[in-house]
């Protein structure tokens, strides 16, 4: 028998019976009504969890991971106002339950019933995922991706002080409000985690506000790995900067007075707290789990033993609230509801076509205040003697910092946040002045924690500010890729586009740096970028496009709540000359502020018809030196910079090269998963053009005299080149 319905019938018979487990009595300030409401929240938790597994047997439901000994949480969210963005467990059905009970118009059981159901008609998902989550309850949905949620809790409840200053136009979140992240306790030991609380208590430390309640629901097992008694209270009672609070989740009085002591403590002292909530894990770790494979029938009746909904009978019974034929009448009335609500949500209609199912990856645009750029007042005052200096052609990264600063000046809500970002400017100057122009609470120099940073970003974005996260390096993204594929590109996807990461991510990378770092600062591989559906990849080649580029990339983050990276070729930062020592040639003078490059756009030098070169960054300045040696030989070539790298600007690209007879691919990137690969295949499918590529080897980069060796040289291009254009057509 399953063990769902094991403990359903015990619980039926003990509570008839009288048979409840032994506890304190009821304490605390809970009042009566309260108390019997948050019961009726935990009935109704438990009896989807049975229905749900009766689905999935029935062809109905297709993913079941239940709420069933957590219920605890439902008391939790009594404890928090709605106004409070909730970052929720997976096991936290209680908890939306409970807080739909506290924002009129809600049809929550009715809703998860469809969600369960993956119908195309649930309200978050829009039947892509069985997630918890809800806009009106200012619950973003999460996926399991075990304790991804826990970083941009981090920028959430930052981002709440922040916005108090500023007043971003699609500000979400009160002055007053809290941010509330729960986990599990095996979640507690992912180093996603632990980077998260520790940069919650690093941040408190410094006085600097940060109101988010941590809580960790502590089942004592993570699938079928125990959790050491005590472990939990070990690892975070005594953390600096952290305030711990414990309570027992199968007592529904304790729980919603600790809950609410931490809670206040939040919302008061602005600073961390950690909840520490006890509870048990009823019928296994998901539905296709059997726990007697990995534990002892004798402890797994224990634990069903110790239900907490027997606790909570005894309690409410106890204090006069509700006496064991009426709490036993909610049961089951509450699952014959659901019995009965569950065969019309069954019938609605589901996801056919990938159309449908791809329909949410893009969001949609919004509409924002016009900008009609910074005023000349305000450019003077922050740029001062740059302001001459823009007269004159300039290095890029001189000229990405100018477009930071007009951007920074123009829209209040954007916010700059990495290692060494404010007091040093970055690693090669790219935010050099910017702190103190705008301030060390828009410009933030974080705790050495890529997850953390990506996490500050997101977080923030959900409450109306516009991060612009910086990656000092392009190996480093990938200590916390996760954050953006598993996280920030997937929210509009399982939030059917109600929720949304509009930032831009700043990652200084690429190869062709000579003698520093070997491939941990010359990496040049972004195909875990490329592979992130929705995602937009930026990559320019010189200081003007890469201003013009930058300001299009806010854009299609402001108004179309993109996220977007802008991929910067360090070995070009300081690039000054083209073919000759000392020409300047590579130099570039700061375009208008109101100049961009848009999505799509590729930039085509030279108009001859004998060969095009495809390539982008230090391709693209290679290129343009093969160009004039090709010349020289008589093979006329047009060199095109592709600016885009995903999408890709196929219909741009394709037009480039309709009057040419071959195209060279220039790609710095891997022949085994590169960029290369995709520009071959749109070639391929659309030309019939002799098309060939140029690309680095499958190795990582050495430092030293050999730091170009494994990718494509200027003398390469022009012999790939010139092997191109003497092949047959």
Same mark, same amino acid.
């Given at each position: 028998?399953?063990?769902?319905?094991?403990?359903?019938?015990?619980?039926?018979?003990?509570?008839?019976?009288?048979?409840?487990?032994?506890?304190?009595?009821?304490?605390?300030?809970?009042?009566?009504?309260?108390?019997?409401?948050?019961?009726?929240?935990?009935?109704?938790?438990?009896?989807?969890?049975?229905?749900?597994?009766?689905?999935?047997?029935?062809?109905?439901?297709?993913?079941? *991971?239940?709420?069933?000994?957590?219920?605890?949480?439902?008391?939790?969210?009594?404890?928090?106002?709605?106004?409070?963005?909730?970052?929720?467990?997976?096991?936290?059905?209680?908890?939306?339950?409970?807080?739909?009970?506290?924002?009129?118009?809600?049809?929550?059981?009715?809703?998860?019933?469809?969600?369960?159901?993956?119908?195309?008609?649930?309200?978050?998902?829009?039947?892509?995922?069985?997630?918890?989550?809800?806009?009106?309850?200012?619950?973003?949905?999460?996926?399991?991706?075990?304790?991804?949620?826990?970083?941009?809790?981090?920028?959430?409840?930052?981002?709440?002080?922040?916005?108090?200053?500023?007043?971003?136009?699609?500000?979400?979140?009160?002055?007053?409000?809290?941010?509330?992240?729960?986990?599990?306790?095996?979640?507690?030991?992912?180093?996603?985690?632990?980077?998260?609380?520790?940069?919650?208590?690093?941040?408190?430390?410094?006085?600097?506000?940060?109101?988010?309640?941590?809580?960790?629901?502590?089942?004592?097992?993570?699938?079928?790995?125990?959790?050491?008694?005590?472990? *939990?209270?070990?690892?975070?009672?005594?953390?600096?900067?952290?305030?711990?609070?414990?309570?027992?989740?199968?007592?529904?009085?304790?729980?919603?007075?600790? =809950?609410?002591?931490?809670?206040?403590?939040?919302?008061?002292?602005?600073?961390?707290?950690?909840?520490?909530?006890?509870?048990?894990?009823?019928?296994?770790?998901?539905?296709?789990?059997?726990?007697?494979?990995?534990?002892?029938?004798?402890?797994?009746?224990?634990?069903?033993?110790?239900?907490?909904?027997?606790?909570?009978?005894?309690?409410?019974?106890?204090?006069?609230?509700?006496?064991?034929?009426?709490?036993?009448?909610?049961?089951?009335?509450?699952?014959?509801?659901?019995?009965?609500?569950?065969?019309?949500?069954?019938?609605?209609?589901?996801?056919?076509?990938?159309?449908?199912?791809?329909?949410?990856?893009?969001?949609?645009?919004?509409?924002?205040? =016009?900008?009609?750029?910074?005023?000349?007042?305000?450019?003077?005052?922050?740029?001062?003697?740059?302001?001459?200096?823009?007269?004159?052609?300039?290095?890029?990264?001189?000229?990405?910092?100018?477009?930071?600063?007009?951007?920074?000046?123009?829209?209040?809500?954007?916010?700059?946040?990495?290692?060494?970002?404010?007091?040093?400017?970055?690693?090669?100057?790219?935010?050099?002045?910017?702190?103190?122009?705008?301030?060390?609470?828009?410009?933030?120099?974080?705790?050495?924690?890529?997850?953390?940073?990506?996490?500050?970003?997101?977080?923030?974005?959900?409450?109306?500010?516009?991060?612009?996260?910086?990656?000092?390096?392009?190996?480093?993204?990938?200590?916390?890729?996760?954050?953006?594929?598993?996280?920030?590109?997937?929210?509009?996807?399982?939030?059917?586009?109600?929720?949304?990461?509009?930032?831009?991510?700043?990652?200084?990378?690429?190869?062709?740096?000579?003698?520093?770092?070997?491939?941990?600062?010359?990496?040049?591989?972004?195909?875990?970028?490329?592979?992130?559906?929705?995602?937009?990849?930026?990559?320019?080649?010189?200081?003007?496009?890469?201003?013009?580029?930058?300001?299009?990339?806010?854009?299609?983050?402001?108004?179309?709540?993109?996220?977007?990276?802008?991929?910067?070729?360090?070995?070009?930062?300081?690039?000054?000359?083209?073919?000759?020592?000392?020409?300047?040639?590579?130099?570039?003078?700061?375009?208008?502020?109101?100049?961009?490059?848009?999505?799509?756009?590729?930039?085509?030098?030279?108009?001859?018809?004998?060969?095009?070169?495809?390539?982008?960054?230090?391709?693209?300045?290679?290129?343009?030196?093969?160009?004039?040696?090709? !010349?020289?030989?008589?093979?006329?070539?047009?060199?095109?910079?592709?600016?885009?790298?995903?999408?890709?600007?196929?219909?741009?690209?394709?037009?480039?090269?309709?009057?040419?007879?071959?195209?060279?691919?220039?790609?710095?990137?891997?022949?085994?998963?590169?960029?290369? !690969?995709?520009?071959?295949?749109?070639?391929?499918?659309?030309?019939?053009?002799?098309?060939?590529?140029?690309?680095?080897?499958?190795?990582?980069?050495?430092?030293?005299?050999?730091? =170009?060796?494994?990718?494509?040289?200027?003398?390469? *291009?022009?012999?790939?080149?010139?092997?191109?254009?003497?092949?047959?057509?």
């Amino acid at each position: 028998m399953d063990r769902a319905q094991i403990v359903h019938e015990n619980f039926l018979r003990r509570v008839a019976a009288g048979d409840l487990p032994a506890g304190p009595p009821p304490s605390g300030h809970l009042d009566r009504q309260h108390a019997v409401q948050i019961f009726r929240s935990a009935c109704l938790s438990r009896s989807l969890d049975i229905v749900s597994r009766k689905m999935q047997a029935a062809g109905e439901g297709f993913y079941t *991971i239940g709420s069933s000994g957590h219920e605890a949480m439902a008391a939790v969210a009594a404890a928090v106002s709605p106004g409070d963005m909730a970052f929720l467990h997976y096991r936290d059905a209680a908890f939306q339950i409970e807080r739909a009970n506290q924002v009129p118009g809600q049809s929550i059981l009715w809703d998860m019933l469809l969600s369960f159901s993956c119908s195309r008609e649930d309200p978050i998902s829009g039947g892509r995922h069985k997630v918890l989550g809800s806009r009106a309850l200012n619950i973003p949905p999460q996926t399991s991706t075990i304790a991804s949620h826990l970083p941009k809790a981090v920028g959430a409840a930052y981002s709440i002080g922040l916005a108090k200053r500023i007043r971003p136009a699609e500000r979400t979140l009160a002055d007053d409000a809290i941010v509330l992240c729960s986990f599990g306790d095996a979640s507690a030991n992912h180093s996603t985690a632990q980077g998260a609380v520790n940069t919650s208590c690093w941040t408190a430390y410094q006085k600097v506000p940060m109101p988010v309640l941590w809580v960790c629901e502590d089942n004592g097992i993570g699938i079928s790995t125990r959790t050491p008694g005590g472990w *939990i209270e070990a690892s975070f009672a005594h953390r600096p900067g952290l305030e711990y609070f414990a309570c027992n989740g199968r007592d529904l009085f304790e729980t919603y007075r600790v =809950a609410h002591e931490a809670a206040e403590f939040v919302r008061t002292r602005r600073r961390p707290a950690f909840l520490h909530l006890g509870t048990i894990r009823l019928y296994g770790h998901a539905g296709a789990d059997v726990p007697t494979t990995y534990m002892s029938k004798a402890d797994v009746e224990a634990e069903e033993a110790d239900d907490p909904l027997l606790h909570w009978i005894r309690m409410l019974d106890g204090s006069g609230a509700l006496d064991r034929a009426d709490a036993l009448r909610i049961y089951e009335d509450t699952l014959a509801r659901v019995e009965h609500v569950r065969a019309e949500a069954c019938s609605r209609p589901r996801l056919a076509t990938a159309e449908d199912v791809m329909a949410s990856l893009i969001p949609a645009k919004r509409t924002v205040a =016009a900008a009609d750029g910074p005023a000349q007042e305000r450019r003077a005052e922050a740029f001062g003697s740059d302001l001459k200096a823009m007269e004159q052609p300039q290095i890029m990264s001189r000229l990405i910092n100018w477009a930071l600063t007009d951007l920074m000046l123009e829209h209040r809500e954007i916010t700059l946040m990495g290692e060494d970002v404010c007091a040093k400017g970055g690693v090669y100057g790219v935010t050099q002045k910017l702190g103190k122009r705008f301030g060390r609470a828009r410009v933030i120099d974080t705790l050495l924690d890529e997850q953390s940073i990506l996490g500050l970003g997101l977080g923030m974005a959900q409450n109306g500010m516009l991060p612009i996260p910086e990656i000092q390096f392009l190996a480093y993204y990938h200590n916390a890729e996760d954050q953006i594929r598993g996280e920030g590109a997937t929210l509009p996807f399982f939030s059917n586009g109600q929720y949304t990461n509009p930032m831009v991510v700043r990652i200084a990378g690429l190869g062709y740096q000579k003698g520093f770092g070997g491939h941990f600062h010359n990496d040049n591989s972004f195909a875990a970028l490329r592979d992130v559906p929705g995602l937009i990849l930026a990559c320019p080649s010189n200081g003007a496009d890469a201003a013009r580029m930058l300001r299009e990339c806010v854009r299609l983050a402001r108004e179309e709540q993109r996220l977007v990276v802008f991929l910067e070729p360090i070995a070009l930062y300081n690039m000054r000359d083209l073919h000759e020592a000392g020409d300047g040639e590579w130099l570039r003078a700061y375009p208008d502020p109101g100049e961009r490059i848009a999505l799509g756009e590729v930039t085509t030098a030279g108009d001859g018809t004998d060969l095009a070169i495809v390539s982008y960054a230090n391709g693209f300045h290679m290129a343009l030196q093969a160009q004039r040696q090709l !010349e020289a030989d008589g093979i006329g070539a047009r060199v095109i910079d592709l600016h885009w790298l995903n999408p890709l600007p196929e219909d741009a690209l394709l037009d480039a090269v309709r009057d040419c007879e071959r195209v060279l691919i220039v790609d710095e990137t891997r022949r085994t998963g590169g960029l290369a !690969e995709s520009l071959m295949t749109l070639l391929a499918e659309n030309t019939r053009k002799p098309i060939a590529r140029y690309v680095a080897e499958d190795s990582f980069i050495a430092t030293g005299p050999a730091y =170009a060796a494994t990718m494509p040289s200027v003398e390469g *291009i022009v012999q790939a080149a010139r092997n191109l254009a003497e092949s047959r057509p």
